[in-house]
């Protein structure tokens, strides 16, 4: 097997684990098939189901310094099919995505800000372990790729609040979500749902003392107001990339 080559405009990000890969990894989406006159059911139905995604070629990615397992340092190979299949990638398995992306203010998108990520995170959902590209296969308990997740994807994107969200969106999924084909695996999340009850519990105490339609502005306005700060964020970010390409 061919290693992988990395030429010198890789993207490359050095916090909290090294990440290098040539470009963004190319996918089509492989659960979109466009009717002729869709109608507004047929577009609402597409809305609510996971996005399915398909490598159309191999992809490369290169990790360092990953503090849990130091077998996850080094270059993998992420096929685009298994046994002459192709392998269909769900975007971290995010139900109800248009819904889920509102919520979280684009945070988790499959073919937004996640995919590097999401993309090693699937493969290592379906087949239990990550493929370096010398062909040994690495296996990878459930965890460990929920933090490895977390990682590459605070890694990208420089935004470590983007990567607990995400990685704590994943762990909560534990009870539905099946691993290497079998349900649970991997240490339990115990600590993931303590969380999240003590946050329900908060946000139900400071709501206690304010009519629902105080709250619910309140809690409009806030979201408007995050809305329009992520928006400006993303948009000066694309221009950066653009004239980084420019230059380039």
């Known amino acids: 097997m061919q290693p992988c080559e990395y030429h010198a405009e890789a993207e490359e990000y050095h916090h909290p684990i090294y990440v290098r890969f040539n470009d963004i990894p190319p996918v089509r989406l492989s659960s979109y098939k466009p009717k002729e006159n869709p109608t507004l059911i047929d577009r609402l139905v597409l809305a609510t189901k996971p996005r399915e995604l398909r490598l159309h070629e191999p992809w490369c990615i290169q990790l360092d310094k990953v503090p849990y397992d130091p077998r996850l340092n080094g270059s993998f190979r992420i096929p685009s099919e298994k046994d002459g299949e192709p392998i269909d990638f769900d975007g971290a398995s995010i139900p109800l995505?248009?819904?889920?992306?509102?919520?979280?203010?684009?945070?988790?998108?499959?073919?937004?800000?996640?995919?590097?990520?999401?993309?090693?995170?699937?493969?290592?959902?379906?087949?239990?372990?990550?493929?370096?590209?010398?062909?040994?296969?690495?296996?990878?308990?459930?965890?460990?790729?929920?933090?490895?997740?977390?990682?590459?994807?605070?890694?990208?994107?420089?935004?470590?609040?983007?990567?607990?969200?995400?990685?704590?969106?994943?762990?909560?999924?534990?009870?539905?979500?099946?691993?290497?084909?079998?349900?649970?695996?991997?240490?339990?999340?115990?600590?993931?749902?303590?969380?999240?009850?003590?946050?329900?519990?908060?946000l139900l105490t400071a709501a206690a003392p304010f009519s629902f339609s105080a709250f619910v502005s309140g809690v409009a306005t806030v979201y408007a107001v995050l809305y329009v700060v992520t928006t400006l964020f993303d948009r000066t970010k694309l221009i950066a990339e653009k004239k980084k390409t420019t230059k380039a």
């Open 97 to 202: 995505p248009w819904l889920m992306s509102l919520l979280t203010l684009g945070i988790l998108r499959p073919l937004g800000v996640m995919l590097t990520a999401s993309i090693v995170h699937d493969f290592a959902y379906k087949f239990g372990y990550l493929p370096k590209d010398d062909g040994t296969k690495v296996e990878v308990e459930r965890h460990v790729a929920d933090l490895l997740f977390r990682d590459i994807l605070e890694s990208v994107n420089r935004i470590p609040l983007l990567g607990f969200i995400a990685w704590f969106a994943v762990r909560l999924g534990w009870p539905v979500v099946k691993y290497n084909g079998k349900p649970d695996g991997g240490k339990k999340p115990y600590g993931a749902y303590l969380v999240l009850l003590v946050a329900l519990a908060v």
